[in-house]
């Protein structure tokens, strides 16, 4: 059940950043997420609802589900900009070094860490490398890669975050929690930054709507299967084993959906940090 879980969850993944790739051309990352997280709510509350476990521990959950959605949030706007700018076959791998993220966190959470993992996360480092160079900065590609660092650096954090507050609260209530606050945040952000208002009113005609739709249910698919992945493994794992899945399937999706050429660096650089991956989930 658990391997079932993390196949269905890689693949929704994968196809959520082909969707969000293809809006990230016309909207911003608050209008996305916006409209992706709102879907969600009424989906997530109707689980809730029917769920035969309903308990929380609202004390406890609060300060673990707060964090969390910050956390998801950052990262979420991160990979929306650097898909923005960044070919999807060269920034969505940078989301492997998310499981070299969660290993460093993982003595913080009281969970212990091997040499063989300690490995995995250098050899996924030197894949990376491998596969983009060292980014200068000075182009919109690398900075769009570095985005994608600094969202693997969140998803790592908020992987052990959420592993936390499935302690105190059922997946339906975690992840309802999340899409609310999320939406929240994301509709606060849009009055701050002033979105156009093409992006305000999307006409039926016009609106990419099997990308949103898309959007919506790969997201929600992603969420509760990763969510109750972490029943049956360690964050660690759970990371490692959808990215090791994810970097491949994003090159022949960028290759497939928007043409990005492939070349031997970046099987190279794929296959290594595959390699680092399939090792910082081990023991």
Not at 82 to 104: C, D, G, K
Request: proline fraction near 5%; include cysteine.
């Amino acid at each position: 059940m658990g391997w079932s879980l993390l196949l269905v969850c890689t693949l929704s993944f994968s196809l959520l950043d082909v969707c969000r790739k293809k809006l990230a051309i016309k909207y911003t990352p608050y209008r996305i997420l916006t409209l992706i997280m709102g879907a969600q709510i009424p989906l997530y509350a109707a689980w809730y609802l029917l769920s035969p476990t309903k308990e929380v521990n609202i004390d406890a959950y609060s300060l673990w589900g707060a964090g969390d959605i910050l956390l998801n949030l950052a990262a979420n706007v991160f990979i929306i900009l650097s898909l923005q700018v960044s070919p999807l076959s060269n920034s969505i791998p940078v989301l492997a070094l998310s499981p070299t993220m969660s290993l460093l966190f993982q003595p913080l959470f009281h969970l212990q860490t091997s040499s063989t993992q300690i490995l995995g996360g250098v050899v996924i480092f030197a894949g990376a490398l491998v596969l983009n160079g060292i980014p200068k900065l000075k182009t919109k590609r690398d900075r769009g890669l570095f985005m994608m660092l600094l969202a693997s650096i969140c998803c790592g954090l908020a992987i052990q975050f959420d592993r936390r507050s499935l302690a105190y609260a059922p997946i339906p209530f975690h992840g309802l929690v999340q899409n609310v606050g999320m939406t929240a945040f994301c509709l606060a952000l849009e009055r701050i930054n002033k979105i156009p208002k093409r992006e305000m009113n999307m006409s039926l005609g016009k609106a990419p709507w099997l990308f949103w739709i898309g959007s919506s249910v790969f997201a929600f698919l992603a969420g509760i299967t990763q969510l109750s992945a972490l029943s049956y493994f360690d964050p660690a794992i759970v990371e490692s084993v959808k990215r090791a899945s994810t970097i491949f399937i994003s090159v022949s999706f960028g290759y497939i959906f928007f043409k990005e050429p492939l070349s031997q660096r970046k099987i190279l650089g794929v296959f290594f940090m595959a390699l680092g991956i399939i090792l910082s989930s081990r023991h």
